[in-house]
């Protein structure tokens, strides 16, 4: 029996089709031109590869660049950042939904009314700030902004997630003798594990790939993150060949791919699940 595709489905599909050509267009230009050999680059992009020079291109940029402590800087700031601030955003929402707190939706904007700005509107306070307090080029001022723009996402996501776990599970850990600090290590932590996971990868990501702040806030190359020095590395053009660059920086974005592919069914479970 023949079956036909009902009109809906199949504009659905030829725009998924669509939209995959043109994501990948890009990122397969990338990947080829990365490979290109020095001596065979001529300015223009190259569709398909007149050799392979990957890694050679990859160590070029790597040592111009002087990536190695950006890239451990970018870890620590990931690491760091996102888990402290996915910490902080998961007791903040247990203490929205589970404790008696008075005012949540108050709470609840005071906390999330951070992204509803532009990161602009703060570059000039915190570098006048990071200035006063001796912490200008370090990673501490770093480590405390990027904690501070990572919690409010976190805290919608577990926040969300926790809504949906039944308030008797909460009643009958206190029936138990369970205090709150217990209760949320014990029985609450546990069940926002997926919830949790997702906004640290989203979190990791988004901490990777930021780059306004790291070459607003750093100089040093000691302190500065991965992003902030391949940015820097693109001044180096005439110095550097493209394919060098582009190898960099296909190295560099590997750590948040893989962490995502990783973490792809937690990522997607605690996403879903506060929709």
């Known amino acids: 029996m023949k079956t036909s595709l009902r009109p809906g489905v199949l504009l659905r599909n030829v725009v998924v089709i669509v939209l995959t050509v ?151 850990a206190k029936l138990d003798g369970a205090g709150w600090w217990r209760m949320f290590v014990s029985v609450f932590f546990p069940l926002l594990r997926p919830a949790i996971v997702a906004a640290f990868v989203f979190q990791f990501i988004y901490i990777w790939n930021e780059l306004f702040f790291g070459i607003s806030l750093t100089i040093s190359p000691e302190n500065q993150p991965v992003m902030a020095a391949l940015a820097s590395l693109q001044t180096q053009t005439s110095a550097l060949s493209q394919p060098a660059i582009l190898a960099t920086a296909v190295v560099v974005s590997l750590p948040a791919i893989l962490v995502f592919l990783v973490f792809q069914r937690f990522f997607v479970t605690g996403l879903t699940s506060n929709l």
């Not at 990338?30 to 050679?56: E, I, K, L, Q």
């Not at 890239?71 to 007791?91: M, R």
């Open 22 to 172: 043109i994501w990948i267009i890009p990122t397969y230009l990338v990947v080829v031109n990365a490979m290109t050999p020095v001596h065979s680059y001529t300015g223009s992009p190259v569709w398909w590869p007149a050799g392979f020079a990957f890694f050679d291109n990859v160590a070029q940029g790597w040592v111009a660049g002087q990536f190695f402590w950006p890239f451990v800087n970018s870890l620590i700031y990931a690491l760091v950042g996102a888990g402290a601030a996915v910490l902080l955003a998961s007791l903040a929402a247990f203490g929205l939904v589970v404790m008696p707190v008075k005012r949540t939706k108050l709470w609840f904007w005071l906390i999330y009314a951070g992204t509803l700005l532009p990161l602009q509107v703060f570059a000039l306070p915190l570098y006048q700030a990071s200035v006063q307090l001796g912490i200008y080029d370090t990673r501490t001022i770093l480590i405390i902004i990027y904690i501070a723009l990572c919690i409010p996402f976190a805290f919608f996501v577990t926040r969300n997630f926790l809504i949906t776990i039944p308030s008797e599970i909460g009643q009958a």
